[in-house]
């Protein structure tokens, strides 16, 4: 396979103590490469040289390391995106908007939209918040 030799990847491995394989630097290269989250289908597709156990490890322990954030489509299918917020280990802070586009099902993370703060009834302890927006994107609303 070819593998993507991007400094700024394998440093970003190397601050989680990650080791530097082909496949972890490939996921790395090519979420960052979009403007959209990656479907887990998507994934397995571009990582066609890579078995699906090895993806899932490397998805595992990229979200553990606070590197992508999941969120799930409309369908209910696993998406995949950089952490552009300032996430550490077990600790993500990507609470911005993310839109879903119902024609491509693109999922969007609109970082600059972030969420409003709750206020949950007593006894309520959130570990996260998800709020989706869905509708057509501008790729979608140009044709
Ligand atoms: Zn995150
Ligand atoms: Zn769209
Ligand atoms: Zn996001």
Redesign the pocket.
């Known amino acids: 396979m070819t593998v993507i030799t991007n400094n700024k990847f394998e440093h970003l491995l190397d601050l989680h103590h990650l080791k530097k394989t082909g496949p972890r630097l490939k996921v790395l290269a090519m979420m960052s490469a979009k403007n959209t989250a990656t479907s887990q289908p998507d994934l397995e597709a571009l990582m066609e040289d890579v078995d699906r156990v090895t993806l899932y490890r490397i998805l595992n322990v990229f ?1 553990e390391k ?4 999941k969120v799930f489509d409309l369908n209910g299918t696993a998406n995949y995106a950089i ?1 552009t ?1 300032n ?1 550490q280990e077990h600790l ?3 609470e911005h908007l993310h839109f879903n586009c119902t024609i491509c099902n693109k999922v969007y993370c609109l970082n600059d939209l972030s969420l409003p703060a709750f206020n949950l009834p007593p006894g309520f302890k959130a570990d996260g918040f998800t709020l989706y927006a869905s509708g057509t994107c501008p790729q979608c609303n140009k044709k």
């Not at 606070?66 to 954030?69: L, R």
């Open positions: 979200e606070g590197i992508i954030h952490c917020s996430c993500h802070h990507d």
